[in-house]
Structures are given as structure tokens and as C-alpha cells.
Nanobody, 125 residues
Framework: VQLQASGGGLVQPGGSLRLSCTAS??????????AGWYRQAPGKQRELVAA???????NYADSVKGRFTISRDNAKNVVFLQMNSLKPEDTAVYYC??????????????????WGQGTLVTVSS
């Protein structure tokens, strides 16, 4: 299973972006179970930004609470990160991570945890 992250770019402080993370692969079916968005700024460690687990309430880093929203479209195997009121300190490469349950064409279940390739978000005037 591959995860493809997209939606990054350059935005001014106070602006918004929506990131997408799509799961795909040569399987008869794919389902994202748990998923999260992480970010890594230059010179810093990767940190969890937001996570969603099944039907539970999402979790957010304190630094993004009230500004970021994680959501999912289960039918399309996509996890979103809506980022509003962006600040320069939100500048980072954003990565998605997901646990995925897939079934191959013989009906065999395949469970995997994958990382997307990262998408750069730059908040600057």
C-alpha cells in the first residue's frame, strides 16, 4: 500500500491549506484504520500534529488545537488535514502515516503501516 501526500505550498500567515493523504495499491479493497499527520521542521524532530483512530475523537498537538482539523473520507481512502490561521512556525514538511487494512485479489488480508512522502508547507509573507 502506498500513501501519497499532497496539498502543501507557500501561504501567507493567517492563510489556509488543506493537505490530502491517499492510500492506494493493487488490492481488491483498501481501508485506512488509524491515521496521523506529522511534521518536521528544519533542525527539529518529527512531531505528531493530529491523529484519528477509527471512530474515536481526534487528537491534536497543543500548538495546532483550534486551527487544524483532521478528517477522512473512508469511501475514497483519503485523510485530510485542514490548516487554518497558519503561522510561520507551522512551516515544515508534513507527513502522513496510516495503518491500512487491504485485501488482495485472493481475499488474503494485508495489514501495513505506511508513510507518505511528505509535502512542504511554507508560511511566510
Amino acid at each position: 500500500v502506498q500513501l501519497q501526500a499532497s496539498g502543501g505550498g507557500l501561504v501567507q500567515p493567517g492563510g489556509s491549506l488543506r493537505l490530502s493523504c491517499t492510500a492506494s495499491g493493487s488490492f481488491s479493497s483498501i481501508s485506512i484504520t488509524d491515521a496521523g499527520w506529522y511534521r518536521q521542521a528544519p533542525g527539529k524532530q518529527r512531531e505528531l500534529v493530529a491523529a484519528t483512530a477509527g471512530g474515536g475523537s481526534p487528537n491534536y498537538a497543543d500548538s495546532v488545537k483550534g486551527r487544524f482539523t483532521i478528517s477522512r473520507d473512508n469511501a475514497k481512502n483519503v485523510v485530510f488535514l485542514q490548516m487554518n490561521s497558519l503561522k510561520p512556525e507551522d512551516t515544515a514538511v508534513y507527513y502522513c502515516n496510516a495503518d491500512v487494512l487491504a485485501y488482495d485479489y485472493s481475499g488474503t488480508p494485508v495489514v501495513s503501516r505506511s508513510w507518505g512522502q511528505g509535502t512542504l508547507v511554507t508560511v511566510s509573507s
